[in-house]
Structure formats: structure tokens, C-alpha cells
């Protein structure tokens, strides 16, 4: 459904980061602890349970929208509410929202790139040796 509307608006869609076991999100942490950024692994993550994805729109060429910052810029200025940007910035993000928000999706205030599920807690964590192919 996403791709079909940001098609629909001739945008492409780019995917960084979707799932990620338990044991990733540990990775994750060691490296950044911090929870206004990093889901703590004792709680959790939502891509952790599969139902989690970051991502951008691109023009029909693939060229990524200026969104204000990169992607996993663990700073204030990835908060979606976020107004320092420039104004280009802000509409671009603003049309991602409305997309992914048109499509079923949630959104976390603090990382302009992150959608989830609704009530993504009451999925299950998934472990990395509770997959048919171990990816680590």
C-alpha cells in the first residue's frame, strides 16, 4: 500500500532498516545508549518484533528528499515536530507522514525515518535462534 501511493505522487520509496533480532538491537545499544534513540533490549524494540520499518521517499530517479538530516542522525533535529529544518525539509517529512500515515502506519515523534505498527508491544520479541536462517 505504501509504495502504491508514493508511486501515486511519482515517489519512490527507500528502505534502511526493518527487522533486526533481539540480539541486533543488543549491538545497537552497546554502541548508543540511549533511549530517546535506541529502544533498550531488556524492553524491547518494535523492529525486534518485525513490525518496524525506517525509510524515505526519493524522487522517480531514486534521489533521496532532503529531509533535514541523514538517516540515524541521533539528534533533536530528526524530532518530527522539528522546525530549525529548512522548510523543504519540513514538507518532505510532512509528505512521508502522510503517506506512511495513509497506509496504515504509526510513527515515533523522535525519528522522522521510523514507522511502526499500532500497538506494536503486542508483538513477540524475536530472538535470533527463533528464525528458520539465522542472520548473525
Given amino acids: 500500500k505504501t509504495i502504491g501511493l508514493a508511486d501515486r ?10 527487522f533486526r533480532p533481539v540480539e541486533a538491537q543488543w549491538k545497537l545499544w552497546e554502541h ?16 525486534s518484533r518485525g513490525v518496524a520499518i525506517d525509510l524515505t521517499i526519493t524522487d522517480k530517479n531514486f534521489k533521496e528528499l532532503n529531509m533535514g538530516t541523514p538517516f540515524d542522525n541521533f539528534t533533536k ?3 518530527h515536530e522539528n522546525t530549525s529544518i529548512l522548510k523543504e525539509a519540513q514538507k518532505n517529512r510532512h509528505i512521508l507522514l502522510g503517506i506512511m500515515s495513509a497506509a496504515g ?9 521510523h514507522y511502526q505498527l499500532f500497538n506494536a508491544k503486542k508483538y513477540k520479541l524475536i530472538k535470533n535462534n527463533m528464525l528458520d536462517k539465522p542472520i548473525m
Fill in 105 to 113: 502506519w504509526d510513527f515515533y515523534k523522535k525519528e522522522w525515518w
Fill in 77 to 79: 533535529k530528526s524530532f
Fill in 32 to 47: 548508543t545508549p540511549d533511549e530517546n534513540f535506541i529502544a533498550h533490549p531488556k524492553k524491547g524494540s518494535p523492529h
Fill in 9 to 18: 505522487l511519482n515517489y519512490k520509496i527507500r528502505i534502511f532498516d526493518a
